[in-house]
């Protein structure tokens, strides 16, 4: 057989140039996608997120190490807390549509109280009954027998699309967020992207049943607490790592100034133990500018790139380290406790030594003993002595 001279067919471009050719085109499918999807983030007020984390005099960064939990397989994603230290309860709303009630000596966990949508923010009122903030259905109360009515689903025809923190005055008010106007639980991610003040923070008056517009124009509006002295309620702020008072008597009622600012984290649920501290749930850690969170909301072009992911089922998990941070009177954080894996962190309380906490990422309810695990100066990121 003759033997030919011609060179071999090409079957193809090299393997180097098919790689750029691919590349080139997931590029330009990218861009095409980036420009097309109408979703316009805005950008977040700058000197709000130029503040580095207030350092804290005491840390522990490896509460699950520490720590058991309760009520898993019966708890699902437990949210807010509020105590009855007469019966020696806590209730806490779960993803499933029910408020239930966890016995703190046994740690049995009943269904209680079925709202049909998602219970978040709860608060013990003076007779017994619950009151509770859920995502779906607005302001809700939850008398002693469980019976669940809705007292306000909106402000003004603007109805609430993310009804999230609440607490009771002892003059019966009560006060509550609305996180967004614009999204709903399911969808929250999306607020935090978009970067808009669409939050609020409200009043209810039971006996006149008039709903009040207290401070408008929060970012993601959250955790709520009435301070023990009954002169101002503090409300949180996620993205923007802060809570703040509103006075409600005195000399300076109606006006709002700083409580607390550059958390170490993101924060959602507030809650006062009655023995001079507050607990913050951090649902993910913002320590520095080399955060992965800080940068994308200085960015709106990270946060719309990011929202594109999150549509399509694509967004790497940011979150870590959440966890809670124990502030004092005066707004001082104090202790921190936090782990790498405990993430989507929406409260902590304080019950004797014992810190209860809810994630939305890990079932059950968190229990750490704080006078065997107590936070220590050397167990925070910045000792030269902590292990990372």
């Known amino acids: 057989m003759p033997v030919s001279n011609n060179p071999p067919l090409s079957r193809g471009p090299p393997l180097a140039l098919a790689l750029k050719i691919t590349v080139f085109a997931l590029l330009a499918a990218a861009v095409v996608v980036y420009k097309l999807d109408p979703f316009d983030p805005a950008a977040l007020p700058a000197e709000e997120l130029s503040g580095e984390p207030a350092s804290v005099a005491a840390c522990n960064g490896r509460v699950l190490q520490a720590a ?21 309860l806590v209730y806490t ?3 499933d549509g029910w408020l239930k009630r966890v016995r703190l000596n046994d740690s049995t966990v009943e269904k209680w109280a079925f709202t049909g949508g998602r219970p978040l923010g709860v608060a013990l009122g003076a007779d017994g009954d619950v009151f509770i903030a859920d995502a ?15 007292l306000t689903e909106e402000d003004d025809g603007v109805k609430f699309r993310l009804t999230d923190g609440v607490d009771v005055g002892e003059d019966g008010t009560v006060y509550f967020t609305d996180a967004s106007s614009k999204y709903a639980f399911h969808s929250f991610i999306f607020d935090f992207f978009e970067g808009r003040p669409y939050g609020r923070f409200l009043s209810y008056n039971p006996t006149t049943k008039e709903t009040k517009l207290l401070v408008g124009d929060l970012h993601f509006g959250n955790g709520v607490v009435v301070a023990p002295t009954q002169d101002f309620v503090i409300f949180c702020e996620t993205p923007l790592r802060r809570c703040r008072k509103y006075y409600i008597s005195g000399d300076r009622k109606g006006s709002v100034e700083k409580f607390v600012e550059n958390l170490p984290g993101t924060p959602d649920n507030i809650r006062y133990d009655g023995d001079g501290h507050y607990w913050i749930g951090l649902s993910t850690e913002m320590t520095g500018s080399s955060s992965y969170w800080h ?4 960015y709106p072009v990270l946060r719309k790139i990011m929202a594109i ?21 005066e707004g001082e954080q104090v202790a921190w406790y936090y782990d790498y894996k405990w993430t989507l962190v929406t409260a902590g309380i304080k019950i004797g030594n014992h810190l209860y906490s809810g994630s939305l990422a890990l079932p059950g309810i968190l229990r750490l003993d704080l006078d065997k695990f107590p936070a220590t100066a050397a167990g925070c990121p910045w000792s030269k002595s902590h292990d990372l």
């Not at 089922?313 to 009177?329: D, F, T, Y």
């Open 136 to 150: 779906d259905k607005g302001l809700l109360k939850a008398s002693k027998e469980g019976v669940v009515e809705v």
């Open 309 to 329: 992911m999150e549509k399509y089922g694509q967004r790497p998990n940011l979150e870590k380290n959440g966890g809670v941070v124990a502030v004092n009177l």
């Open 295 to 298: 940068i994308a909301l200085k």
């Open 68 to 88: 058991d939990r309760i009520g898993v397989g019966e708890l699902a994603a437990a949210e807010d807390f509020a105590y009855d230290s007469e019966l020696g």
């Open 93 to 95: 709303g779960d993803g």
